[in-house]
């Protein structure tokens, strides 16, 4: 298949000419989301380096408006670079035409041809470059085998749920066997069970295939389920690239804690105190000494006696106690959401709110039920705490 290196891409969407109003006035152009605007214009990507390996599975997320997209319409073609390098396979592609790089591209909307087949749909790029018809027939019936849209060759669009449209456009992009599959967010359109479902058959698909594949998503599950590595992105920059591990059990900055994990990370403002060849954390009401291993990685970046910080846990790591234990925190519940096998619980405490994750089998030692307005003590994990630079957001642990 083959390797894509991004050096030093940027994007720069030039400043529109001042459009006039109704009487002659000129309008300034809005700013959108919180991307930087220099002179030149909207600094939609900045200084973007990644390089993506053979048969590597990437995911682009972040909110909208990150850049996530206009990174992979320029390795695409479809959006200029204005600044740095794009290779693949060693060969820069900045200039080189969209049709020229072999790529395929599967985007949000299914983009089929209402009056074609499916086997006419996933066959006529092939037909374009005169491709043998034998050839073009075992390309479409293989592909179609391995997305289990066989039964369906014969129906055109407008006969298929938006799942198998979706398997019919993935189909269009195998038949090219091409060096590089980007995909855009195609499981936007689908309802949640068909999207988790889709999801399965792509990673089993990615697998049987064993393509280079980009995916954009904003959906930190897709994410974390389909890609060897993420690299997620807030206005334009990157802000980690590392595997889903990584990104989730050491998270760069506040904003990959905040964005990566659901529920999201509790954050507490916090004092971080060095004590002898450790650290504490400790609020008004909570002091709690810090695991060695994360001391070990705190005193690495932290010389102060004593910091302000934002101290971050994720509901996982935080277990019920009784209100005696060493180091516990009580707080009244506000609300309770069963999950299933899980109870998300929200609690007030006088530091802040926290959400903890409880199994729900665990709730039989606590009579079987918690209720909003209950009293809760509970102990945040030493070894599972994060502290962050209060200031820049960046971790210190």
């Not at 850049?67 to 740095?84: H, P």
């Not at 967010?185 to 949640?192: G, R, V, Y």
């Not at 690239?241 to 059990?249: D, K, S, Y």
């Not at 070894?383 to 210190?396: C, M, N």
Request: glycine content about 8%; some cysteine.
């Amino acid at each position: 298949m083959a390797e894509i290196v991004l050096s030093h891409v940027k994007k720069v969407y030039p400043n529109e000419s001042e459009k006039k109003g109704f009487f002659g006035k000129k309008k300034s152009k809005e700013k959108k989301h919180n991307l930087q605007v220099t002179d030149e214009g909207v600094l939609a990507v900045q200084d973007f380096n990644l390089t993506v390996h053979d048969h590597e599975f990437v995911v682009f997320v972040g909110p909208s408006g990150c850049g996530k997209s206009t990174t992979l319409r320029m390795i695409a073609g479809l959006e200029e670079i204005t600044d740095g390098e794009l290779l693949i396979d060693g060969k820069r592609m900045n200039d080189v035409a969209p049709k020229d790089r072999d790529i395929a591209t599967v985007f949000q909307s299914y983009a089929l041809h209402p009056n074609m087949t499916v086997y006419q749909n996933m066959a006529f790029t092939l037909e374009l470059k005169k491709v043998p018809k034998d050839v073009i027939d075992k390309k479409v019936r293989a592909a179609a085998e391995t997305l289990g849209i066989t039964q369906y060759l014969d129906r055109k669009p407008k006969a298929l749920s938006g799942g198998q449209r979706q398997r019919v456009a993935i189909g269009r992009a195998i038949v090219r066997d091409p060096k590089v599959f980007l995909m855009d967010e195609p499981l936007s359109n689908l309802d949640a069970k068909l999207r988790n479902q889709m999801r399965a058959e792509l990673i089993k698909l990615r697998h049987e295939i064993n393509g280079t594949f980009i995916y954009v998503t904003h959906d930190q599950a897709e994410a974390m389920t389909l890609g060897d590595r993420i690299v997620i992105m807030k206005d334009g920059v990157v802000q980690q690239i590392g595997t889903p591990q990584e990104v989730f059990n050491h998270p760069a900055n506040i904003f990959v804690a905040g964005f990566i994990g659901v529920p999201q990370m509790n954050f507490i403002d916090a004092s971080l105190v060095r004590e002898g060849d450790g650290f504490h954390v400790e609020t008004e009401h909570f002091n709690i000494p810090m695991a060695a291993a994360v001391c070990e990685r705190v005193a690495k970046n932290v010389k102060d006696a004593k910091l302000d910080v934002t101290m971050g846990v994720r509901p996982e790591q935080i277990k019920i106690c009784k209100p005696s234990d060493a180091g516990a925190v009580t707080g009244q519940i506000e609300v309770t959401e069963l999950m299933g096998s899980t109870v998300h619980v929200h609690v007030t405490t006088p530091d802040g709110n926290f959400v903890l994750v409880i199994p729900a089998n665990d709730l039989e030692g606590e009579g079987g039920t918690l209720a909003a307005g209950d009293s809760i003590s509970f102990k945040l994990d030493a070894e599972a705490i994060h502290v962050f630079d209060k200031q820049t957001g960046i971790t210190l642990s």
